[in-house]
């Protein structure tokens, strides 16, 4: 299992981290868990998990947490990192 921990840039939202997130999710075989304030939101391809990503309310510059756990998490993290760093709305990537 491999954690790691992000920040949102100041004003920006989540809503295309959160899609991105789900979409990435769909891809590996890894599981993967946001947490946000103790509360954790399991990753998978579907509505609803954008919807529960987004229902965490996650503010800016507020620190979050992606775990991941398989045989690709190493990949699957790249991965989520890659896409926040073209996105520019991820801080400490």
Do not use: C, W
Not at 14 to 20: K, L, Q
Not at 23 to 28: C, D, M, N, R
Request: proline share 4%; charged share 20%.
């Amino acid at each position: 299992m491999i954690e790691k921990q992000y920040n949102i840039m100041p004003n920006t939202g989540f809503a295309r981290p959160a899609r991105m997130l789900v979409s990435i999710s769909a891809k590996y075989l890894s599981k993967l868990v946001l947490e946000y304030e103790g509360i954790a939101v399991k990753l998978n391809y579907s509505a609803q998990s954008i919807m529960d990503v987004m229902s965490l309310g996650i503010r800016p510059s507020a620190p979050f947490y992606i775990r991941a756990e398989g045989i690709d998490e190493h990949q699957v993290l790249q991965s989520i990192e890659d896409h926040f760093s073209k996105m520019k709305v991820i801080s400490n990537v």
